[in-house]
């Protein structure tokens, strides 16, 4: 009976949930979601806080300005400090940090005292913190999982950031509306709990937990990330599409000005039309949780022609309900878009380069959709806010089309063939092997520095 025991195979996962046997990712999935539940009710209630404060979409869209700028100034320092020092103790201290502040403004809100500049100070703390702690998320969340149950892991990493996007939302409107601006702060603080109490519970090994492969010098290690994104043709193209995505696509500005000054609706109408947005996205999550995506190449293109033509349509709409649905359809397909791009570029990052790749990534992601928020400030005030939908749309859309020149991986079964390299094999759908890459990477560096020595 003992021995029958022993030799029972172990409960198998579907595929889409394997990253789930590691308890390390449990953790980590819980802990973000409560984190970017948190981020979700703080970020809509500032918004619609500083609309409502000043009536301005420029000192509205500047909001967003004061987050970007120090996220992408410190975006390399950071990656490079995440590939230096342990991983978990610095997002223990950024995590501390970020708590501390949304406390404050709550404080100040409790007590009316604050103002909508106190909020573009919160947002420069967040965005300092941020350059930090999601290199060091990615570079932590890299190592949680094997590589052969990574694509699960960032599947499932998206499930639980695109349900707190559609949940944090309806509960900031209704925090707003019913409890005033003190709430959604001190909601956000306390959801920071989650995270911190995910990595202190996380049993990591001592390599792991010590942090970091190799301790290369801060200012080889700042352009280490950029020259490996450079000479890697395919995630040149897919943070490409992440930065157009960013700065062109839909984003809380936009919809906060659209559910107020076209749609009319109030904060409760805001949370809906954002958490719509969030709905669509569990909807992508679920599918491609049931079903794999092989042919990245053509789904980055289709699924970014369709994503375009929604955020048209969203920008002519003046009905909330088909604005509620029009959202709820681009969210699907703005998930499906982005956890494809976000797949191929963590299969093809080495474990070595982990932290400074992520941080490059980061600045193009983050601070894209920052800037973009900054961006459509300044275009409503010059075009009004539908010709403003309209034209990121058409700035969408012509780089899909532009993109139609470049020979994207093109898949067949388990073949990728990349401009300018061979056709490899790779059972990590389909995408080239990242310790391929980096050989191909560090090969191509040492023959244009004449193998000098990093400082």
């Known amino acids: 009976m003992d021995a029958t025991k022993e030799t029972k195979p172990p409960r198998r996962f579907p595929a889409g949930f394997v990253a789930l046997r590691e308890r390390n990712y449990v953790l980590y999935v819980v802990g973000q979601f409560t984190s970017q539940l948190g981020s979700w009710i703080e970020v809509t209630a500032v918004s619609w806080i500083i609309y409502e404060m000043t009536n301005s979409p420029l000192l509205l869209g500047l909001n967003a300005l004061f987050r970007a700028v120090p996220m992408m100034a410190l975006a390399l320092f950071g990656g490079a400090i995440a590939d230096r020092v342990p991983r978990r103790l610095l997002l223990l201290c950024t995590e501390s940090t970020m708590l501390l502040a949304s406390v404050t403004m709550g404080v100040l809100a409790a007590t009316g005292q604050l103002q909508y500049w106190h909020l573009y100070l919160l947002n420069v703390v967040s965005g300092s913190l941020q350059a930090f702690s999601m290199p060091a998320r990615h570079a932590l969340f890299g190592g949680l999982v094997p590589r052969s149950s990574l694509q699960s892991a960032v599947t499932l990493n998206a499930v639980a950031v695109r349900s707190a996007g559609f949940i944090g939302p309806s509960i900031s409107g209704i925090a707003l509306a019913f409890a005033g601006y003190a709430l959604p702060f001190f909601l956000n603080a ?197 010709a403003a939908v309209i034209v990121g749309a058409v700035v969408i859309g012509g780089a899909v089309v532009s993109a139609l020149r470049v020979r994207l991986p093109h898949l067949s079964g388990k073949t990728v063939t990349v401009v300018g390299d061979e056709s490899e094999k790779n059972p990590l759908n389909d995408v080239p092997a990242a310790t391929d890459t980096a050989y191909r990477y560090s090969r191509c560096r040492r023959s244009r520095a004449g193998d000098a020595d990093p400082t």
């Open 190 to 386: 306390a959801s920071f709990l989650g995270m911190l109490l995910a990595l202190v519970a996380m049993r990591l090994p001592s390599a792991q937990a010590d942090a970091t492969i190799g301790r290369p010098g801060l200012r080889h290690g700042m352009t280490e990330g950029l020259g490996f994104v450079w000479d890697t043709p395919l995630l040149k193209i897919v943070l490409g599409f992440e930065i157009v995505s960013g700065l062109f696509g839909h984003n809380s500005t936009l919809i906060t000005i659209v559910a107020r000054d076209i749609l009319g609706a109030g904060p409760q109408g805001l949370g809906l039309l954002l958490s719509a947005t969030g709905a669509g996205a569990l909807l992508a999550m679920a599918l491609m949780l049931m079903f794999e995506i092989e042919r990245h190449g053509r789904v980055i293109l289709t699924v970014g022609a369709i994503y375009s033509v929604l955020w048209a349509a969203f920008g002519i709409s003046h009905w909330l309900w088909l604005s509620v649905f029009l959202l709820f359809v681009l969210g699907t397909t703005d998930s499906v878009w982005g956890v494809t791009r976000n797949t191929i570029a963590q299969l093809m990052v080495p474990d070595a380069l982990r932290g400074r790749v992520m941080s490059v990534v980061m600045l193009a992601t983050r601070g894209g959709s920052q800037l973009g928020r900054v961006q459509s400030g300044l275009l409503v005030d010059l075009v009004g806010a539908p």
